[in-house]
């Protein structure tokens, strides 16, 4: 193709830039051949003339188009070189924060400097199993890759991470190695995937240190071989280290920090277990303060040392050696402080008593005297005689560092030995994978011995890496058959042979080292000497004779000599080692001791099984300590790097390079100049060039003829796709070498892709140009007659408007009239009713003052009596009390008087003594007579106060008498008075009235006036009135429109808030049912592993024979047995085999012992967790619906009844009985017996009676128990609806809406009245009482609301009582009368205990007791019960008995009678009572011994394809639990509990050997429900026997209560159902991605881009492709086989939601990790497949089981891809749309957005962030996948069966001929 085509106007170009390294630019012009520049124009727009370069002509590079930018593989770019390579990188890089881009082989990762989230377990799931072109570039897709050729090819793979410090090699390498220990697992139970995760941290801590360049760069190389057994799990891993940086250890240059672990210790110094270590900051040590940075940002030493620890503690190292580890470091440190002082120039000295020596002397346990001596001597040997030489102060110091390194290097080697002792097992290793993490290509402005041997390393690499490509080329070419012509790359082997070759650059270095008097300086001369003049590579500086050069294939560097004959030597004072190997401290004496010698930590010995471990130094000498330092660090690194090219060309090489974008650390920031650096140093470019040397563009035929369909014609297209596309290609592509065809791919030269794109996007611009012309004909012809349709209707329109107006004119006119003559009528009867009002008011107003007058005249007259009425009593009262004063007064005095005198003389009787005598003599005497005295005296007194209170009460009644008389005559005189005054009063008032009177004619005429403005105003008052009612009345609309409206919004709220609470609690319900079933699944598998463990136990020890004694009060009849029997069983044989499992690993089987019963708690405490949710869950969803409690004196009414009808029955029997036996036994005759005689009658006429009256009785008992049962709860029920609440039967008057709106505005008129509105209402006044009333509205339409739903309720649950009545009335009546009363009082022990259970809810305490009570006496008449039965039962076979003697004694006599010669003419038959046949009860008998051969026939051996297949659906189950109703008929608990055992074991067995078969485990998901559903529906309990008819009520279990066995069968259908899933999801998982995402379901749409190298590198053979279609089979498989097994149909949509929530995960998942996805087209072909998905879900009947929902955050992602992605508007309708997806990813979604077509555009980076910005306040997972191993938690709603038990056939296909029914 001439550059004239390609080289025109518009066409895009690259140009070199001093600052973006290339630069874009546009043809202004037309390139024609000849011409010496290019007319261009910059991005900014700014024209420039580019000159061409007059010797080459060299046109510049072209730019691919842009839907080629931003691809995965950089391959696959039409135009293939730097520009484009680095324009791509950018693009990824900085607009869609892509870090991994494919380049051929090799992955290219570009250090983003911020945690991204794309290392989670999602997405190592999402890449395990997937070929590498598949998904987005990743290092996790390298590392699948490398694992799956190694499991195909069997052959060992390696991964190479290379790249500068700071690009992050040694994360992409844990990442691999997490990959690995991740997708493989452990092959053991050793955990050696954890253990070679934790030797990272370790490596690190003693490794890795911050550098200008990075905060963890790796200062040593390191290839750890991750091995794999048979199975391809992990056993272990070994590591091998190149090329330590020692010399950090004593110097560190700015901003730059020693080994992490140093501060590490530095930062724990504060702990008690470092105390001993003497240390403190780092900033007080010489070896970690250089640096003058002691600290990284955002990382904490503290606890970085404690993972250090726990890896070391994971790894087997114990304390005691990590502390010993610790003090050699810490004496490092110490050592690095000793300070050397000069004693004069050629001698130096410690001074003594050094802390800091004494310190290092003390932890390393050396005498101090001999480490200052040699720290600054040093002996010398000659052939004669040895001497001590000092040292001066700079040379004792080095050999002080020198010392230091060797230590470190001693004890990094010792962690390293260590380490890999601790990662070998004793399993014999298949393969391995191994991971390179090694140094990149350095250049600094001063470059060492360490930059020598890393770019030598480098070098060699490099090569290796150059032939790999070139081969894979070749490769390829032959693969297809294409002409292979030899390509030219770049060879580096002169570079290496001036490196390693016979004299060469290492070859003179290791010969200077041997002179004596060997420098740097000569070593450099023989450098110049050797190769100047021989080799180009090599060059020498012009201003400096201690360097040289040497030209790298990434660029030339200079190397100074200073210092590379020291490093090479690493030479170290001899008496300083003797003096170590002197140590008491063990662990120094062990780094320096022979290896063979060394001790393990951990105790173990490494196996020898396996291959053979390379050592960590690889030739080694094991000679004596004097040899042991002479071999050169430079030949160590040549060999250790040749036996690192051997392991590499021996395995399969995988490809990492890792670009640092910028030296700042700068998140997403591209510096363009460091990426060029680096990508030519690292060989991307290489193979880029490689591949462009060749056809770099491959395209299979489907693809090239899919993409280039367009350019075809009709004609042109064949039914060989391969023909058409040849023919096509010929005919745009002039040029036979611009192509090559071969046998599956085409190869294009490179640019020939863009020429094809051009020549599509030209074609297709052809047909969008016509394509818009017809569409804008059309929508310009639409819009057209929709303007004149338009118009026509505003003008008719107009017409009519013009003629209402006109009649409205007319109609207004006639009104106008009629109104002003109303209007006039009524102002004049309005002012003649005024005048007469007014009249009236006057006349009013003069009566009622006349009369206020008369009536205060005489309320003044009354007033007056009153006050002289109290008056003249209260002055009688005073006259009173002051002559009862004077004579009371009187009296005290005359009495006074007489006691004086008494007492005169009864002291002067007292002094005499012939008186006192006397007194003395006839003391006795005066007391009688004293004591008389007394008696006749209190006599005296009492007549005397009966005589003053009669005197006193005819005082009293004749002064009041006189008083009244007294107070009349006043009154009489008063009124004389008064009637004076009155006549002269009447007189003045009179005269008043006069004068009042013509005052009030005055006054009428202003009155008048008054009324005429008052009449005015009030005019004017009523016309304002009435526009304010207006108002109010527009107001009061609105106010009850908004009413309105908020009611609905708070109906509306509260049914979302109650949708919510009930999400709410159906998420917490689900998540705890999924937490309990994941621990089932947690528990099955620990429990296989532990059933794998025991049987590799006794596989190990069958040769060893033994007996163990079991317990001898070990007891068979274990009656509390339950499900956790199974357990005990596995716990017993683990007991059995704990001899040998000691022997292998008593640890581990303690532990997992310890995690089983942690499982089982955990698991028993998630159980009663979530029935707990499940019953608040419930009585959420039925809080509407709950029933009223019963009542209890119905049942113990009835229980006397029964017992009080048994007793009497029995008392009857009896009578009846004794009677019998007394006609029997007290008739002598001969003939007694015979049946026509009296005692024969008697008896027949009894037992009729007995059985009639039995009947009649029981009969009586039954109407009568149900009577008294529903007159109770009748009575009960009024007394409910009865109670008294005002608010209620206020509330339930207003029967419906509209009358409660009249109340409410009723309520607001009165509430505006004059009444209540004495001054006019404010506005805010008005909305305050509307709230309220409003408010009270609301509160009472929510109380009616729940009044109405508590009456249906209650009206319900009356209806259904009574239906249940009528129900167990009408069965009762239908079952023989032995059974009636059974039947009845099972019944209503069962309803007693539903109300237990509902009591027990309500008030546990009280209920409590009640029950305690209730079960008492329920026991007591169940006992009396079975007591009176047993007895009914002896007499009725007492009568049998008596019957039959009867019937023979009559025959015997009959026989007596009869003559020889007479003929009997009728036999006499002897009268018995028939027995009535048994029918079937639905159960099946079998010996204990058939039990196994049930099981085997039953479980194992039965196969749903075979037999099955014709079997009635849940066969196997109705057969286990008919087996299992007998065992409990005869109440045999033995025989229940091993039945259960056995079916529950056997179908764990059968689904572990058929596991992988969904026929097997549908069939047993379905049969195990259905058994579950049996357990329920037979039970016994009443919420399961709703559904029963009357005969399956009577095949309930009796005698036990399998409640527990029913919640094992439970978790074992939920371990049945995830198995289901498991195989459905193995199944599925290969159909989704190619049926989903590939595969063209609408052919045409989307159209194919270029693929790069990775498509045709895939790992595993085109197996074929699925379709849709293939899905919709698989689907329509697995529901046609659940239903033919007879599956719950709840659990069928469980099933189906299942199955679609894993389509939409694992596609959506892969939309997310595929670029090439991303696309318009891909979204319809999407939206396109979930409608087919859904009609599927339309032909099953399947749309409402929440299948479709779990397939919506895929539906959002293909929306996403479809809406337009530019304004704000699109954003917010992008926020609104993809409510399903997280903003991860939504936001990955956008930046994997890649247009196809050239019309598309990419979503721009603003446009992102917008929607990043308002999303931001999402609460929810940063987890960027979907997790495609959730299962959703099921749930096994109860299904009763229909299916009578009495009418299962068993066919004899089954085998199961032993059982026999029942």
Not at 1118 to 1123: F, L, W
């Amino acid at each position: 193709m001439a550059a004239s085509e390609l080289y025109t106007k518009s066409a895009r170009v690259w140009i070199p830039d001093a600052e973006d390294v290339w630069k874009s630019a546009e043809l202004t012009k037309d390139y024609k051949n000849g011409d010496a520049s290019l007319q261009l124009m910059l991005e900014d727009g700014t024209n420039i003339e580019h000159t061409l370069d007059p010797k080459t002509k060299n046109l510049p590079y072209l730019r691919n188009p842009d839907i080629l930018v931003g691809e995965n593989d950089l391959t696959a770019l039409s135009y293939l070189h730097e520009p484009a390579v680095l324009h791509n990188l950018k693009v990824r890089f900085i607009d869609s924060k892509l870090i991994y881009t494919y380049c051929g082989i090799v992955l290219v990762a570009i250090n983003p400097y911020e945690t991204l989230q794309i290392y989670g377990t999602d997405i190592i799931n999402a890449y395990s199993g997937q070929n590498m072109g598949d998904m987005d570039p990743h290092i996790f897709a390298v590392a699948e890759e490398a694992y799956k050729q190694m499991a195909r090819d069997e052959r060992n793979q390696s991964i190479i991470v290379s790249g500068e410090s700071g690009a992050g090699k040694t994360v992409s390498a844990k990442y691999a190695m997490r990959y690995f220990a991740t997708v493989s697992g452990s092959a053991s139970e050793a955990n050696v995937e954890e253990k070679v995760l934790a030797s990272n941290p370790i490596m690190e801590a003693i490794g890795n240190a911050k550098t200008t360049r990075n905060d963890n760069s790796s200062r040593f190389g390191k290839y750890i071989e991750i091995g794999f057994d048979h199975r391809y799990r992990i056993i272990g891993a070994n590591m091998r280290t190149y090329l330590l940086e020692k010399s950090r250890v004593i110097f560190q240059a700015d901003e730059e920090r020693n080994y992490h672990v140093f501060y590490q210790l530095c930062a724990s110094s504060h702990l008690p277990e470092f105390k001993t270590l003497r240390l403190s900051s780092a900033n007080n040590f010489l070896y970690t303060r250089q640096g003058r940075s002691p600290v990284i940002y955002g990382v904490d030493d503290t606890k970085e040392l404690c993972t250090t620890r726990n890896a070391f503690t994971l790894l087997g190292i114990n304390e005691s050696y990590q502390m010993g580890l610790f003090q050699v470091l810490a004496a490092i440190l110490h050592l690095g402080n000793v300070e050397i002082k000069d004693r004069d120039s050629d001698s130096s000295l410690i001074a003594p008593n050094n802390n800091h020596l004494t310190a290092f002397c003390e932890l390393v346990g050396v005498t101090y005297q001999d480490m200052s001596q040699w720290l600054c001597h040093r002996k010398l040997k000659t052939a004669t005689e040895t001497y001590i030489k000092p040292l001066p102060r700079l040379q004792a110091t080095n050999a002080r560092d020198a010392l230091s390194k060797h230590i470190y290097a001693k004890l990094f080697n010792w962690i390293v030995e260590h380490v890999n002792k601790a990662l070998i097992t004793n399993v014999k290793q298949h393969s391995f994978i191994g991971v390179l993490d090694i140094y990149g290509f350095e250049t600094f402005e001063i470059n060492s011995f360490e930059q020598f041997c890393i770019n030598y390393a480098n070098e060699k690499l490099q090569q290796q890496f150059n032939m790999h490509v070139f081969k894979l080329e070749q490769e390829e070419y032959m693969k297809e058959q294409i002409p292979w012509t030899l390509i030219d790359f770049y060879d580096n082997q002169p570079c290496i042979n001036l490196i390693e070759a016979k004299m060469g650059i290492l070859d003179l270095l290791d010969e200077e080292c041997k002179m004596p008097r060997g420098s740097d300086d000569t070593w450099a001369q023989k450098l110049y000497n050797t190769h100047l003049k021989t080799c180009s590579l090599f060059e020498k500086p012009r201003m400096s004779n201690r360097a040289f050069i040497i030209q790298h294939f990434a660029d030339k560097v200079e190397y100074q000599c200073d210092g590379f004959l020291e490093k090479n030597k690493d030479t170290v004072n001899e008496e300083q080692i003797k003096v170590l190997k002197a140590s008491k401290f063990d662990l120094l004496v062990e780094l320096f001791q022979d290896e063979e010698k060394a001790t393990s930590p951990t105790g173990q010995v490494p196996g020898t099984g396996g291959r053979t471990r390379l050592s960590i130094k690889p030739n080694k000498s094991r000679e004596t300590s004097s040899k042991e330092h002479k071999k050169t660090v430079g030949c160590q690194f040549r060999n250790s790097l040749q036996m690192l090219m051997e392991t590499l060309n021996a395995t399969t090489p995988h490809y990492v390079r890792c670009i640092k974008p910028n030296d700042f650390k700068l998140a997403f920031t591209f510096d363009p100049k460091r990426a060029v650096q680096q990508l030519r140093a690292c060989g991307v470019l290489e193979t880029i060039r490689i591949s462009a040397a060749g056809f770099p563009s491959r395209w299979t035929y489907q693809e090239f003829f899919s993409r280039y369909r367009v350019l075809m014609k009709q004609k042109d297209v064949l039914p060989d796709k391969k023909l058409t596309c040849r023919n096509v290609l010929e005919k745009l592509v002039q040029d036979q070498d611009k192509y090559q065809f071969g046998k599956t791919k085409i190869f294009f030269r490179a640019g020939q892709v863009a020429y094809l794109e051009k020549l599509r996007a030209d074609k297709l611009r052809v047909a969008c140009i016509r394509i818009q012309k017809t569409i804008r004909c059309w929508l310009a012809r639409k819009k057209y007659l929709r303007q004149r349709s338009a118009a026509i209707t505003i003008q008719r329109f107009t017409r009519g408007y013009q003629a209402r107006c006109l009649a409205k004119f007319m109609r207004r006119t006639n009104a106008a009239t009629t109104i002003q003559k109303y209007q006039r009528m009524c102002v004049e009867r309005k002012r003649y009713r005024q005048k007469q009002a007014a009249a009236l008011a006057m006349q009013t107003i003069l009566r009622g003052y006349m009369a206020r007058l008369k009536y205060q005249g005489l309320l003044r007259e009354h007033k007056v009596v009153v006050i002289q009425k109290i008056v003249r009593g209260w002055l009688a009262r005073c006259w009173y009390k002051r002559c009862l004063y004077s004579i009371v007064y009187l009296q005290c005095c005359i009495r006074r008087m007489r006691a004086r005198r008494e007492l005169k003389k009864l002291k002067i009787e007292a002094r005499s003594v012939e008186h006192f005598k006397k007194l003395n003599k006839g003391m006795e005497n005066k007391i009688m007579q004293l004591q008389r005295r007394i008696d006749e005296q209190t006599k005296e007194n009492r007549s005397v106060n009966e005589k003053l209170n009669s005197l006193e009460s005819s005082y009293s009644a004749e002064s009041e008498r006189m008083r009244s008389e007294v107070n009349r005559l006043r009154g009489v005189d008063e009124e004389a008075k008064n009637k004076t005054k009155q006549v002269s009063s009447l007189q003045e008032e009179l005269e008043r009235l006069r004068r009042e009177l013509s005052t009030t004619q005055q006054e009428k005429k202003t009155i008048e006036d008054w009324a005429q403005t008052y009449r005015n105003e009030m005019e004017k008052m009523v016309s304002e009135l009435k526009d304010q009612n207006g108002l109010l009345k527009k107001e009061k609309d609105d106010l009850n429109r908004s009413i309105q409206e908020q009611s609905q919004q708070m109906t509306e709220k509260m049914a979302r808030a109650i949708a919510e609470e009930t999400q709410q609690l159906e998420t917490d319900l689900n998540e705890e049912r999924s937490r309990y079933q994941n621990l089932l699944t947690e528990h099955l598998r620990l429990e296989e592993k532990y059933d794998d463990l025991k049987e590799r136990t006794l596989a190990s020890n069958v040769s060893k024979p033994g007996h163990r004694r079991t317990d001898s009060t070990h007891s068979s009849n274990e009656s509390e047995y339950t499900y956790n029997s199974e357990y005990a069983e596995l716990e017993e044989g683990s007991r059995a085999a704990e001899d040998v499992t000691r022997g292998i690993d008593t640890s581990l089987t303690l532990k997992l012992q310890k995690r089983l019963t942690e499982l089982e708690q955990e698991k028993q405490s998630l159980r009663n967790e979530l029935e707990n949710k499940e019953e608040q869950f419930q009585r959420a969803r039925a809080r509407d619906d709950v029933a009223f409690k019963k009542a209890r004196g119905a049942e113990l009414e009835y229980e006397s009844l029964k017992r009080q009808e048994l007793e009497s029955e029995n008392k009857k029997l009896k009578h009846n009985l004794a009677e019998m036996r007394q006609s029997l036994l007290g008739d002598a005759a001969t003939h007694a017996g015979a049946p026509g005689s009296p005692a024969y009658k008697v008896l027949l006429d009894q037992l009729n009676s007995s059985c009639e009256e039995l009947d009649v009785r029981k009969e009586e008992v039954l109407i009568l128990r149900s009577q008294l049962v529903s007159q109770k709860e009748a009575m009960h029920h009024k007394e409910t609806m009865t109670e008294p609440s005002v608010y209620v039967e206020d509330v339930s008057k207003l029967k419906d809406a509209d009358e409660i709106k009249q109340a409410y505005v009723g309520l607001k008129d009165t509430n505006r009245s004059p009444r209540f509105m004495r001054k006019p209402l404010e506005v805010n006044d008005l909305l305050s009482r509307l709230r309220l009333l409003e408010h009270q509205l609301q509160t009472q339409r929510r109380s009616h609301d729940n009044e109405v739903e508590s009456l249906r309720g209650e009206l319900q649950n009356v209806k259904e009582d009574n239906n249940r009545q009528q129900q167990l009335l009408a069965q009762n009546l239908q079952l023989p009368p032995e059974a009636r009363i059974e039947a009845s009082l099972q019944h209503e022990i069962t309803r007693l205990t539903n109300e237990n259970l509902e009591l027990m809810a309500d008030d546990p305490t009280a209920s409590r007791e009640a029950r305690v009570i209730i079960l008492r006496r329920m026991v007591d008449l169940m006992e009396q019960l079975e007591k009176q039965d047993r007895t009914i039962r002896k007499l009725k076979k007492q009568l049998k008995v008596y019957s039959k003697r009867i019937g023979e004694m009559g025959a015997g006599q009959t026989e007596g009678q009869t003559s020889p010669g007479q003929m009997v003419d009728e036999p006499i038959h002897p009268v018995n009572i028939p027995r009535r046949e048994k029918d079937f009860q639905g159960m099946l008998e079998y010996k204990k011994e058939d039990e196994l051969k049930l099981v085997k026939n039953l479980i194992l051996e039965l196969k749903p394809r075979g037999v099955a297949v014709n079997l009635i659906p849940g066969l196997p189950a109705y057969v286990l639990f008919m087996c299992l109703r007998h065992a409990d008929y005869v109440n045999d608990d033995q025989k229940v509990r091993t039945l259960l055992t056995s079916t529950i074991n056997s179908i764990k067995k059968i689904l572990k050997k058929r596991g992988d078969d969904f026929e097997t485990v549908s069939f047993w998901l379905s049969n195990t429900c259905r058994f579950l559903h049996c357990l329920k529906q037979y039970s016994g309990d009443e919420a399961f026997m709703k559904h029963n008819t009357s005969r399956q009520n009577e095949h309930c279990l009796s005698n036990f209560d399998l409640a527990e066995y029913r919640q094992v069968i439970s978790d074992l259908a939920i371990q049945i159902y995830q198995q289901l899933i498991k195989c459905m999801e193995n199944i599925l998982q290969p159909m989704i991605v190619s049926g989903m995402l590939e595969h063209e379901t609408i052919q045409g749409v989307s159209g194919v881009k270029p693929t790069g190298l990775r498509k045709r590198t895939s790992s595993i053979a085109d197996e074929g492709t699925y379709t849709l279609d293939s899905i919709l089979r698989q689907l329509s498989a697995f529901h046609s086989t659940m239903c033919q097994h007879g599956t719950d149909p709840e659990l069928i949509k469980q099933v189906v939601k299942q199955q679609f929530y894993i389509i939409g995960a694992v596609t959506l998942n892969n939309l997310l990790l595929r670029k090439d996805m991303c696309s318009w087209s891909k979204g319809m072909q999407i939206r396109y497949n979930v409608s087919q998905l859904e009609e599927w879900l339309r032909d099953k009947g399947l749309m409402m089981c929440g299948a479709k929902e779990t397939l919506e955050p895929l539906i959002q992602a293909a929306q996403l891809l479809q809406v337009k992605k530019k304004t704000d508007e699109d954003a917010e309708a992008i926020c609104s749309m993809c409510q399903g997806l997280t903003t991860a990813q939504i936001v990955k979604v956008l930046n994997l957005y890649t247009p196809v077509n050239e019309f598309e555009e990419r979503v721009s980076v603003s446009f992102i962030r917008t929607i990043q910005t308002r999303l931001r306040d999402r609460c929810e997972s940063p987890q960027l996948l979907m997790d495609t191993k959730m299962i959703y938690p099921v749930t096994f709603p109860f299904n009763p069966s229909s299916l009578a038990l009495e009418t299962i056939q068993i066919p004899g296909s089954l085998n199961l001929g032993f059982l026999t029914r029942v």
